[in-house]
């Protein structure tokens, strides 16, 4: 029985969503081909028929989740201008803080298990990571009273604020009190907004 490329597409999707799942709850160790396949409905065959290995669906479970948080950078932006970036830190810290962490975010959940995939993968990281630091740059102010516009330093920000929303999520939900992860989130939005408003300057 041959299938229609409308299936087959729905098909590799189902199994990258299960995939993204997968490896955000149990890592890239902890996922195995049997746990997938079963978690997407589908047979071994037909995972690899859309994938030569596991390490392949893994990088493009990377590198859609990074593309999903450049989109919605993006789509903030146009909705709310020059304000987009109370709104992205607010629900960062929020509801991408207080999500399933087999929905979180890929920033924080997929970078340690890239620490420890091939040099491909990381190379695909690297890319994509960078397009998420140019779309957040491009939607910074320069620095009140700088009396300059200097790219070098929105993109320097740019990276802090990333560093700093992805390493709050991770400390937030690493810790068992629940207020406490609340403290640390209040702190990140905080600092966060001053960074992206450019009070930390020197």
Known sequence: MRYSIEHKHETRERILDAAARLFR???????????????AGVTNGAFYGHFKSKSEAFRAVVLSG????????????AEHGARWRRPFVAFYLGPRRTCELGESCALPSLSPEVM??????????????LAIIEEVSSGLSDVPGSGRCDRSDRDDRAIALLALLSGGVTVARAVRDPALSERIANAVVRYATALTEGATRD
């Open 25 to 39: 709850r149990e890592g890239y160790g902890g996922s195995g081909i049997g746990p997938l396949t079963k978690e």
């Open 66 to 77: 990074m593309e999903q948080l450049r989109e919605a950078i993006a789509t903030l932006k």
């Open 116 to 129: 420890r995939a091939d040099d491909e993968t990381r190379a695909a990281y690297e890319k994509a990571l």
